[in-house]
């Protein structure tokens, strides 16, 4: 394995994962023998860095929940990230069924109070709960919301390093995938289109489905087979969600999958 990419990949993001599971009104995590990390990862170079806070399976508007948000405030407040990365599952169990659903209060607003939150964004990414509803929906709540942000259904954003140089954040909605829907093939002909374009130096991809786990939900072959040809030799880092665990895997593809 080439330590450079790795190298590029660490260094493109420090992603803290904390996952509120599935269904359950406090923070879960799923019981199963995680796979080793890779044993070569390089050591982290000293420096300004691209922070990004990454959540999974999180909205389930109990009181872990909150706690959690109170957990995340007080350890990231000397040092706050860039910006919270969401990885699916926001807000269950059904998602939302519109932007004015007062589920955004109670699962959403009213969790993260507090000076570390008040001005922090939340980049959305839809995952399979999040589709029971109305997906469009959370893209609407960009309009009135202040710290919520989701473009599209799925979209790209372009951050600037501090020390030099770019990430592509390229956000995809894997439930079409997972699903075989005839829009899946749009949006990785559009995810392609993106990749081939970019000038960024790294590129991290963020979807709800894994393409490597080790977790109850396996890997899906339609999501495995679609993203296989978009993440490998192009992409360093893929974050996903759906199994309640922390993971950092090789996927012998030229990608981490966290």
Not at 138 to 145: D, K, R
Not at 219 to 246: C, F, I, M, Q
């Amino acid at each position: 394995m080439e330590s450079s990419y790795l190298m590029r990949s660490l260094i493109a993001l420090t992603a803290v994962l904390f996952l509120a599971g599935c269904l359950l009104r406090d923070p879960f995590s799923d019981s199963f023998p995680a796979p080793p990390p890779p044993e070569s990862l390089p050591t982290l170079p000293t420096g300004p860095s691209l922070d990004v806070l990454v959540m999974a399976d999180w909205g389930t508007g109990g009181e872990g929940q909150r706690a959690l948000g109170e957990a995340m405030a007080r350890t990231h407040m000397d040092s706050p990230p860039a910006f919270v990365l969401t990885v699916g599952d926001n807000l269950y169990p059904d998602g939302v069924t519109g932007p004015d659903d007062p589920i955004w209060r109670t699962h959403f607003e009213d969790m993260y109070v507090g000076p570390f939150w008040e001005s922090m964004t939340f980049q959305g990414i839809l995952g399979n709960h999040d589709h029971h509803e109305d997906p469009q929906g959370q893209v609407l709540y960009s309009e009135v919301s202040e710290r919520w942000r989701m473009p599209d259904l799925y979209y790209a954003l372009t951050e600037e390093m501090p020390a030099g140089g770019s990430v592509l954040f390229l956000a995809l909605d894997t439930e079409p995938i997972a699903k075989q829907e005839r829009r899946a093939v749009d949006q990785r002909e559009w995810a392609d289109s993106v990749l081939r374009r970019t000038a960024a130096d790294w590129i991290v991809v963020g979807g709800h489905h894994p393409v490597a786990s080790g977790g109850w939900h396996k890997p899906e072959g339609t999501v495995k087979s679609a993203l296989w040809p978009l993440l490998g030799a192009r992409a360093d880092v893929y974050v996903s969600g759906h199994n309640h665990s922390t993971e950092l895997l090789d996927t012998q593809v030229g990608t981490l999958q966290a």
